[in-house]
């Protein structure tokens, strides 16, 4: 007996399928800098074509400073970069260069904090896996605001 998918289950198939699929189309994109101009070019006619020419200018103009500053971080950052690539790089690369920088900020502020907290960050490290300096931050901060208060 065939099985008939309602409206929201196919909408659901759909959704799922985009979801996959975004992240292998941007994988197989050729890297020149012309291509991915042009791939700024279409992202934004594509997600702000319905706004008007002056939206899609601004997001052209952005989008194209954030790639130019994603392409300058230090090798140091590499790691971070290369993190933040492939984690936000369906949402644009503005959204990539925020990645970075909460990433870089978060990682020099966590180096900061006192050795008796080495036990907490070590496992937020653990828990949070490949996610980042800034979600091992988040995580940290929320244990240490968790812990009671010392005795006077």
Known sequence: MKRF?????????????AVIAMPLCVAHAAQTEADL??????????????FGA???????????AALKDV???PDTAEPIVSRC?????????AMVKVCIDQDIAAAAALDRYPAEQAAVIE???????QQ???KVQACVDQRIAAQPAPKR
Do not use: D, F
Request: glycine letters at 8%; aromatic letters at 4%; a negative charge.
């Open 5 to 17: 998918l309602s409206p929201l289950q196919r909408m659901s198939e759909a959704l799922a399928a």
């Open 37 to 50: 101009k042009e791939a700024i070019i279409l992202s934004c006619h594509n997600e702000m074509g319905e």
């Open 54 to 64: 002056e939206l899609v200018r601004q997001c052209i103009e952005t989008e194209t």
């Open 71 to 73: 392409s300058s971080y």
């Open 85 to 93: 690539k492939r984690s936000a790089a369906g949402r644009g690369w």
């Open 123 to 129: 496992q937020c490290r653990t828990e949070m896996g």
């Open 132 to 134: 980042g300096p800034a």
